[in-house]
């Protein structure tokens, strides 16, 4: 059994990630678990692409594990496709999730009543040491509620309303999760990634 390390602190993505590869022969660790600190990236790539290439490349080197990186990013259509590929840090450095939904909600109000409608994207990269490596996209179309609804997920999840499921991200049971959004879609494709692997 080999060991995958997730590249992300972000516990709740972790545990997604973990849930969607069960039952493959590797053993998946958070960033916690490898017992040992590994060096911050910066995610100043100009693509969704680039950030997870960024982070997958410098923690496989670093960790001298196979890696997992993805970055995510939310296109208002109202808002030209904004915040993309800056969405977790939309409201300025080290914003809290909270802020960023108070950013999005607020940014929309300022328009009077546009179309609500809205695509997450994913692009998750697998690197290994020698620097092989090998990615994969999922999207998911919704629309941004009014107000934030439900208690659960991460990010952006409490306003990305999902019409086939009629709830949101947060809204839903991580095996829901799984099934309907972006990273689900991205992570049924790592799959097959870590099974020709």
């Known amino acids: 059994m080999r060991d995958l390390l997730i ?84 409201a300025g450095p080290g914003a809290t999730d909270a802020e960023n939904n108070q950013k999005l909600l607020a940014e929309l109000a300022a328009l009077g009543d546009p179309p609500r409608t809205a695509v997450f994207r994913t692009v998750m990269v697998l690197a290994e040491p020698d620097g092989r490596e090998d990615w994969v996209a999922g999207r998911c179309v919704g629309l941004i509620p009014r107000q934030a609804l439900g208690g659960g997920g991460f990010g952006y999840d409490p306003l990305f309303f999902v019409p086939a499921s009629g709830k949101t991200f947060a809204q839903m049971a991580l095996e829901e999760k799984n099934r309907l959004s972006h990273r689900g879609e991205a992570l049924r494709r790592v799959r097959q990634l870590l099974i020709r692997w």
Do not use: C, H
Request: aromatic content about 4%.
């Open 7 to 90: 590249a992300t602190r972000n516990l709740g993505k972790t545990e997604e990630i973990r849930q969607s590869l069960e039952g493959l022969p590797f053993r998946v660790l958070s960033m916690a678990e490898l017992g040992r600190e590994l060096p911050e990236v910066e995610e100043d790539g100009a693509t969704l692409l680039e950030n997870a290439q960024l982070k997958a490349r410098a923690y496989a080197k670093s960790s001298g594990l196979l890696a997992l990186a993805d970055d995510s990013g939310l296109e208002v259509d109202a808002l030209d496709g904004a915040p993309g590929v800056v969405s977790a840090r939309w």
